[in-house]
């Protein structure tokens, strides 16, 4: 299960950015998380409540904000929504897109420290 080695991450760059406004601990982590990522929320969920045993977040909650994959037809300037890869298929046009415009995310948005250092 990578979602372990993904929540780790999370926890270790969500410590470091509370460090550095001074606080000691945080109540949340907000992350986006693209369709195309490879992750499962309902997984990424379980391991971050495994990762943030004894860490600065060991009360923190997970938001996941789901992303929907998206793509992009140069041939009639049309954004639509994508199964999987490697091809999209524009459904106004019929003709395959490989110009990914969102989908694959993987990032902390938001880090909500709790108590601040006095």
């Known amino acids: 299960m990578h979602e372990l080695s993904i929540a780790t991450a999370i926890v ?3 410590e470091e950015i509370a460090r550095a406004d001074g606080a000691d601990d945080v109540s949340s982590v907000t992350v986006r998380v693209g369709e195309l ?4 929320p309902d997984a990424l969920h379980f391991a971050f409540e495994v ?3 004894g860490t600065a977040l060991a009360a923190a909650r997970l938001v996941v904000e789901q992303v929907t994959a998206r793509a992009w037809c140069g041939g009639c300037a049309e ?5 999987m890869p490697p091809f999209f298929w524009c459904p106004r046009c019929d003709q395959p897109s490989q110009d990914l415009r969102s989908g694959r995310e993987l990032e902390i948005t938001d880090v909500e420290a709790g108590a601040a250092r006095p």
């Open 79 to 83: 954004e639509f929504a994508v199964g």
């Open 51 to 53: 990762a943030r045993d």
């Open 12 to 14: 270790e760059q969500a």
């Open 37 to 40: 990522a490879g992750v499962v």
